[in-house]
């Protein structure tokens, strides 16, 4: 990277950081991960773009929301377990609030043939937004270990098994997750040595 | 558009925090992929949820800002109200959101320094490549599960062609999300899907 090396900020305080990840997370229409980006590591340089995309990595792995994840490393790092809960809390309390009112609309309201239409067109738009993620995503499966076709059969095989057949998620988890992480690890054994970075 | 009036005992909220607990820990690549667990759990086998309030839910969380894991919120929120109203809908609300948080939550504090200090051991690299298919997989069958509900009735058309379209244009454009989700509640308002 050919950014020149300004010296890292951090967040000042705790109330530091819970204001800015309710700041982020209030930006963060449809999910959260672009503005995180642009927020933790072009604004505030908090973190360099290499370290966000390492913490991005490790919250993937981790089960739970990922932006949930990545605010708990991330206050974690600053102030221990304290931080890790008050970026925790900056990212939940305002948006909950703001979902609190919608949902108490809702209620008042849902019943209303105009909203529930509104909200039926919203919903078929929202799980495009859905399947458009996975689509997004699905362009690095090219670079995948075990090959392109064959990340994709096995995306295909979870796309029948829940979308179609109903499979319980932990079953298509334990199974075809187990056979992803097995033939990926057989996979990655078999490759030459390579330095790491 | 009012769900299923429920009548809750003190089993069926443990078995709804469980069910939450549980799905907690399954929830690689975001609390999306868990979903479509929640729709057969919620909907299909314990029926305390309608569909519409399902996607409802949904719609309403992506149209609000913040981590989509509040949509789990709303899931609590509509079964609460179903069971008990409004002191239900609180207490549904801060039950689902704590139990699909709490374990993630623990676990993510514990092996965060881990897997960080491992990342490039073969098996944590050969789980975090391995699992992407099944992430991507995961994301396309939830949109298919929101869009369709698993009932496949030709009046939908209009529905599935609205979801369709919102797809490719996400998928190959930038436009901001926010249209997208106005445009989809204009075309809903105006009883043209």
Known sequence: ?197 | MSGPALVFSAADWLALAGHFLGLSLLAVGGAISTAPDMHRYLVDERRWLADEQFSASIAIAQAAPGPNVMFVALLGWNVGLNAAGMPGAWAGLALTLGCILLPSTVLTCLAAQWGHRNRDLRAVRAFRQGLTPIVIGLLIATGWILATGRRYDLADVPLWAVTIAATLIVWRTRVHLLWLLGAGAVLGGLGLV
């Not at chain 1, 495009?128 to 699905?138: D, F």
Request: glycine share 12%; proline share 7%.
């Open chain 1, 1 to 197: 990277m050919t950014v020149p090396s300004a010296p890292l900020a951090s967040p000042r305080s705790l109330s530091d950081l819970f204001l800015s990840f309710t700041a982020l997370a209030l930006q963060g229409f449809g999910g959260v991960l672009a503005v995180a980006q642009r927020e933790l590591v072009e604004r505030k340089r908090w973190m360099t773009r290499e370290e966000f995309v390492e913490e991005w990595a490790v919250a993937q792995i981790m089960p739970g929301p990922n932006i949930v994840n990545l605010s708990l490393m991330i206050g974690s790092r600053y102030f221990g377990v304290r931080g890790a809960l008050v970026a925790l809390a900056g990212m939940l309390v305002a948006p909950l609030c703001v979902l609190l009112v919608l949902a108490m609309l809702y209620t008042q309201y849902g019943q209303h043939p105009q909203v529930a239409g509104a909200l039926r067109g919203m919903g078929a738009v929202a799980a495009g937004l859905v399947a458009a993620t996975g689509l997004k995503l699905a362009s690095t499966l090219r670079h995948h270990p075990l090959g392109q076709l064959g990340a994709c059969l096995i995306a295909a095989a979870t796309f029948v098994a829940i979308g179609l057949a109903g499979v319980p998620l932990v079953v298509t988890l334990l199974g075809l997750g187990g056979l992803g992480w097995g033939l990926t690890w057989h996979r990655l054994g078999q490759e030459p040595k390579v330095p790491p970075p």
